[in-house]
């Protein structure tokens, strides 16, 4: 059952556009970085975001979504808990974040 891996960030009021800039292509990039332990090959289904442009003011600060499609929970999981493409990116990333949000699911399970 595919999985789709909700990202949300705020970025800290110091950070500058070119290291938002750098963050938000980094994470796009990780479509391609991440690859199967096993087959070497890209496993994430797809992967696109942008800067929030709601007009409903609820955005508590968050600046930036981005969707994550994976096609398993196996693909999920070994993203989350073991992938060192995405292992760097958190390091690299969390220093400019003041706060996020990650939220997964699988489309129609309630």
Not at 20 to 36: I, P
Not at 39 to 65: C, P, V, W
Request: hydrophobic share 35%; with cysteine; net charge negative.
């Amino acid at each position: 059952m595919a999985v789709k891996h909700l990202v949300l960030f705020q970025f800290k009021a110091n950070t500058g556009a070119d290291a938002v800039k750098e963050a938000t292509s980094r994470m796009l990039g990780l479509k391609e970085g991440c690859l199967n332990p096993t087959s070497r090959k890209q496993y994430i289904k797809s992967l696109t975001g942008g800067k929030d442009n709601s007009i409903e003011g609820a955005q508590r600060g968050i600046t930036h979504a981005f969707v994550v499609e994976f096609e398993s929970i196996e693909d999920r999981n070994y993203y989350v808990n073991s992938d060192p493409h995405h292992s760097e990116f958190k390091n690299y990333v969390i220093p400019f974040l003041e706060n996020f949000v990650i939220v997964d699911y699988s489309e129609g399970v309630f």
